[in-house]
């Protein structure tokens, strides 16, 4: 059993911290805000009056919080307490955040780890939670016992900003879902179907549609757009063009799904055998400076 200290008892790090508690590692927990750790205290949590004290108390410190300036901020405060700890650092950022932070982390004679949690509170702990990793390998290899108690621990690679890139990926990948979903909720709505109700049909469509992430990610990865078309997208767009027609007659707003109908309808009108796979095109653009 190790002793972990957890900076930030938010829904998530109250989650991290309870399950490293079900486990039997010494958890030293701190908060902003005092108070939150009270429970935790109850449970055996070992409550910090500072980031200094809670980060002296153990070697891997779990920083939950709310975004990359509150950790900056709590990190610095903790002043040199944080040499030779292993910061494993779970809050959602940016990949240029996390490379910037594993600098001055490493410029302060600790490890660092930047974590993206692929889950809700509840779901800490569970045997199918994803948790992603980058950073310091050594690090990683060091934590993975317990890291492993808070979910499946996917590692990454050394660079600390790729645990931040997938997650923020996997994350647009679920907004994708949920902005098409409630668009249909709206468009079924609109005949007082319920959400519910659309469940029971949308529910196995998506789960079906999965099939499609292979082809399209062979298509995607080969540059062959017109690679074993089975859904072509002259077709598709004239679907898309039907989705926009109807919302507007039902009265709902199709502005979640205007930007994909515009790019279908550009690349259809030169590449109409392809598939979806070519819209990828249109989304690289020239960098950004960090
Ligand atoms: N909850 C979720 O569903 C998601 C799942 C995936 C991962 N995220 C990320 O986890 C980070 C924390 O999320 P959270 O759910 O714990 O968030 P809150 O419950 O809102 O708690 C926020 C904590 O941050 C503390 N805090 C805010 N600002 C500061 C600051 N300037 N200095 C120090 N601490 C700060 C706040 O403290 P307090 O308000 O109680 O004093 C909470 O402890 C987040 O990156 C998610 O994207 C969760």
Known sequence: MAAVSVLGLGSMGTALATSLLRVGHQVTVWNRTPGRADALAAAGAIPADSPALAMRDATIV???LLDDGAVTS????????IAGRIIVNLTNNTP???RALGQWVAWQGAQYLDGGIMAIPPMIGGADTMI????????????APVL?????????GSDAGLAALHDLALLSAMYGMFAGYLH???????EEVSAHALNRLAIPWLKGMIEALPPLAAQIDSGDYARDVVSNLSMQARAMDNIMTASRAQGVDPRLLAPL???MRKRAASHGDEDLGGLIGDLRLPRAAA
């Open 96 to 98: 240029s955040e996390a």
């Open 74 to 81: 709590t990190l610095q405060a903790g002043g040199d307490a």
């Open 261 to 263: 109908q515009a790019m």
């Open 62 to 64: 779990l920083v939950c």
């Open 148 to 156: 492993g108690s808070l979910g499946g621990a996917t590692y990454l």
């Open 184 to 190: 249909a909720a709206a468009l079924v709505g609109s």
């Open 132 to 143: 992603l990793y980058s950073g310091d390998q050594s690090a990683f290899d060091y934590a």
